[in-house]
């Protein structure tokens, strides 16, 4: 296994996917594939273009890495565009608490920061 020309990661890769998903379906458990949910994916945006919507969404996101190019998502383009309002990454709750060097002096409020989107 020494050699990459073997192809051992991809073959490990993909017994491990198939592992997964039979245990999930042992277990009654459902889940789906990614083939699956590319078919649905491109259903919805279809409906989307059909009812003069443009769907958006990150190609490296939305292709699986593994087996790529059979997935019905690989040639189509799409545009990457955020759209507010939306769910976005943030610091942590903790970390948002006021600290000694964002007080105003000699009170207990913090110093107003400026709005990120302003």
Known sequence: MSSDRTLWRDKALLLLNEAVLQSFDRSGVKMSDHH??????????????????????????LVPPAASSTSVLY??????????PAY???????????????????????????????
């Not at 942590?92 to 105003?104: G, K």
């Open 36 to 61: 699956h949910v590319g078919h649905e994916f491109l259903d919805f945006c279809r409906n989307e273009q059909k009812s003069g919507r443009e769907p958006y969404g990150n190609w490296t996101w």
């Open 75 to 84: 040639q189509e383009p799409f545009h990457d565009k955020a759209l507010k």
């Open 88 to 118: 976005v990454y943030q610091a942590p709750a903790w970390t948002a608490r006021p600290q000694p060097s964002n007080l105003s002096p000699g009170t207990l409020t913090p110093t107003p920061e400026k709005c990120p989107f302003h």
